[in-house]
């Protein structure tokens, strides 16, 4: 097969990459490959079992058309302050300018005017005096709530949109290699389910592979001496709490967005993706490991809000392999917890007891999600995470009182996965000529919106050449 572009990976990035190029009137043949299916066919046999069935070849949370945004709470982050560093790489200006353009293109395709975080500015105030007082930042940050049933509505006719205006999308296919001749890409190499090879060439190849392509897209790196650097690595739990105790800062804020530095360790910990009434989930990547996230509905709503609380680890020499250390941590909490999400109550961990399951039945506090397992997450949490997420939620409790009681819950392991920074000017190239990195799996972004920003500013590139 033959194209001028070829995007791997159907998430916001590769998705609003070829919607860009369709916008600026470029006549260019596009082909996406997505190694999941169509938005349309994706469904998480969850919801009829009420357990995770670890479905194979792949997990319908996080592969398909729009990635995991699909099954996300669907939040819009309006502010170049959140989902990432790359106003580092394009300026802060530029990014916030983008953030505006790619909104308006989630409005064009149905999301809701209705933006939280924008009002009870007195109100806002106070939160802020309390988190200074407990020795944390509140960032401000408007956010447009998509819904998840409504986020698969809106990427559903982003996806017709593609197909009506000639971008070829390949589902069912992973990406195994990339092309390399005389350093420059040529295009890459393709599988389908059942092993069957393809190959397309392409003047410029975009990998957009998100979270859950990270450790490939490294590896890659290392084969083919694509510059790049080891990054972050984001450690931590999800916590759930009664609605009544995040009553507020639901209301004013919607999503608290806090940052700390807890002592003794002093790493950077933060609050992410804040779901008020919403439901914690699991996720299942390709080497069976189970990781925990929470999602929320525009309709449908629990007694609960949860949220993650993550801590961010920063190796150097002599160790260079920050998302393996992240997986041999959750590949111990999935041992612990049968395979299952472990949930441990915060007032067990502070009396030094695991959890049981009689006990979370006697709780003010329910799990939303039915198959965790009660236990002791202490017993495969790192030490310094731990310790750093403990003092976080504590200094929490001074801005949001009741935070930190005994029976608010704790979810393990949630990880994020985009440790590999891949190195990049400010139009997207890599040392190779012909290979463009963009979302979640560059390094550069976190999140749906900064993910479609990458992919705007990449549509334009490829759209204004020849």
Same mark, same amino acid.
């Given at each position: 097969?033959?194209?001028?572009?070829?995007?791997?990976?159907?998430?916001?990035?590769?998705?609003?990459?070829?919607?860009?190029?369709?916008?600026?009137?470029?006549?260019?043949?596009?082909?996406?490959?997505?190694?999941?299916?169509?938005?349309?066919?994706?469904?998480?046999?969850?919801?009829?079992?009420?357990?995770?069935?670890?479905?194979?070849?792949?997990?319908?949370?996080?592969?398909?058309?729009?990635?995991?945004?699909? @099954?996300?709470?669907?939040?819009?982050? $309006?502010?170049?302050? *959140?989902?990432?560093?790359?106003?580092?790489?394009?300026?802060?200006?530029? &990014?916030?300018?983008?953030?505006?353009?790619?909104?308006?293109?989630?409005?064009?395709?149905?999301?809701? #005017?209705?933006?939280?975080?924008?009002?009870? #500015?007195?109100?806002?105030?106070?939160?802020?005096?309390?988190?200074?007082? &407990?020795?944390?930042? $509140?960032?401000?940050?408007?956010?447009?709530?998509?819904?998840?049933?409504?986020?698969?509505?809106?990427?559903?006719?982003?996806?017709? @949109?593609?197909?009506?205006?000639?971008?070829? $999308?390949?589902?069912?296919?992973?990406?195994?290699?990339?092309?390399?001749?005389?350093?420059?890409?040529?295009?890459?190499?393709?599988?389908?389910?059942?092993?069957?090879?393809?190959?397309?060439?392409?003047?410029?190849?975009? *990998?957009?592979?998100?979270?859950?392509?990270?450790?490939?897209?490294?590896?890659?790196?290392?084969?083919?001496?694509?510059?790049?650097?080891?990054?972050?690595?984001?450690?931590?739990?999800?916590?759930?709490?009664?609605?009544?105790?995040?009553?507020?800062?639901?209301?004013?804020?919607?999503?608290?967005?806090?940052?700390?530095?807890?002592?003794? @360790?002093?790493?950077? *910990?933060?609050?992410?993706?804040?779901?008020?009434?919403?439901?914690?989930?699991?996720?299942?990547?390709?080497?069976?490991? &189970?990781?925990?996230?929470?999602?929320?509905?525009?309709?449908?709503?629990?007694?609960?809000?949860?949220?993650?609380?993550?801590?961010?680890?920063? @190796?150097?020499?002599?160790?260079?392999?920050?998302?393996?250390?992240?997986?041999?941590?959750?590949?111990?909490?999935?041992?612990?917890?049968?395979?299952?999400?472990?949930?441990?109550?915060?007032?067990?961990?502070?009396?030094?007891?695991?959890?049981?399951?009689?006990?979370?039945?006697?709780?003010?506090?329910?799990?939303?999600?039915?198959?965790?397992?009660?236990?002791?997450?202490?017993?495969?949490?790192?030490?310094?995470?731990?310790?750093?997420?403990?003092?976080?939620?504590?200094?929490?409790?001074?801005?949001?009182?009741?935070?930190?009681?005994?029976?608010?819950?704790?979810?393990?392991?949630?990880?994020?996965?985009?440790?590999?920074?891949?190195?990049?000017?400010?139009?997207?190239?890599?040392?190779?000529?012909?290979?463009?990195?963009?979302?979640?799996?560059?390094?550069?972004?976190?999140?749906?919106?900064?993910?479609?920003?990458?992919? *705007?500013?990449?549509?334009?590139?490829?759209?204004?050449?020849?």
């Amino acid at each position: 097969m033959k194209k001028d572009v070829v995007i791997i990976g159907a998430g916001p990035a590769g998705i609003f990459t070829a919607l860009e190029m369709i916008k600026k009137g470029a006549k260019k043949r596009i082909v996406i490959v997505e190694k999941g299916q169509p938005v349309e066919r994706r469904h998480c046999p969850k919801d009829q079992t009420k357990k995770c069935m670890n479905c194979k070849p792949f997990c319908h949370i996080t592969t398909g058309f729009s990635g995991a945004g699909a @099954f996300s709470d669907g939040k819009l982050s $309006l502010c170049y302050e *959140v989902g990432g560093d790359l106003p580092q790489l394009i300026g802060e200006q530029k &990014a916030q300018e983008t953030i505006d353009y790619a909104d308006k293109i989630y409005l064009e395709f149905g999301a809701d #005017t209705h933006v939280e975080g924008l009002a009870n #500015t007195e109100e806002v105030k106070q939160i802020r005096m309390r988190a200074i007082r &407990a020795g944390l930042k $509140l960032v401000d940050c408007p956010i447009r709530h998509m819904g998840t049933e409504k986020a698969q509505q809106i990427y559903y006719d982003i996806e017709q @949109f593609l197909l009506k205006n000639g971008v070829e $999308l390949l589902f069912g296919y992973e990406c195994r290699d990339i092309l390399l001749e005389d350093g420059v890409c040529k295009g890459v190499v393709i599988h389908d389910t059942h092993g069957s090879a393809m190959t397309i060439e392409a003047a410029h190849t975009v *990998v957009a592979t998100g979270r859950r392509g990270a450790e490939w897209l490294e590896k890659i790196c290392a084969e083919y001496a694509i510059a790049h650097q080891p990054g972050t690595v984001d450690i931590g739990v999800r916590v759930e709490v009664r609605n009544e105790i995040m009553e507020k800062v639901n209301e004013v804020l919607y999503e608290s967005k806090l940052i700390g530095y807890p002592k003794p @360790f002093k790493n950077k *910990v933060r609050t992410f993706c804040q779901n008020p009434g919403g439901f914690v989930s699991q996720e299942n990547y390709d080497n069976n490991l &189970a990781v925990v996230n929470g999602h929320s509905y525009k309709e449908l709503k629990s007694d609960n809000t949860n949220l993650a609380i993550l801590c961010s680890h920063n @190796f150097s020499h002599p160790f260079n392999q920050p998302i393996a250390y992240a997986q041999k941590v959750g590949e111990l909490t999935n041992m612990l917890g049968a395979g299952h999400i472990l949930v441990q109550r915060f007032g067990d961990i502070l009396d030094g007891k695991r959890t049981w399951q009689e006990e979370l039945s006697r709780s003010n506090v329910r799990p939303s999600l039915p198959d965790a397992v009660a236990g002791d997450i202490t017993a495969a949490m790192p030490y310094r995470a731990m310790i750093n997420i403990i003092n976080f939620i504590k200094s929490m409790d001074q801005v949001v009182e009741g935070f930190a009681s005994n029976e608010t819950l704790l979810y393990s392991p949630e990880l994020k996965f985009y440790s590999n920074r891949v190195r990049m000017d400010e139009h997207f190239n890599t040392n190779v000529r012909g290979l463009h990195c963009l979302g979640d799996s560059s390094g550069w972004t976190r999140g749906l919106m900064m993910a479609s920003v990458m992919g *705007v500013l990449m549509g334009r590139e490829l759209a204004a050449q020849a």
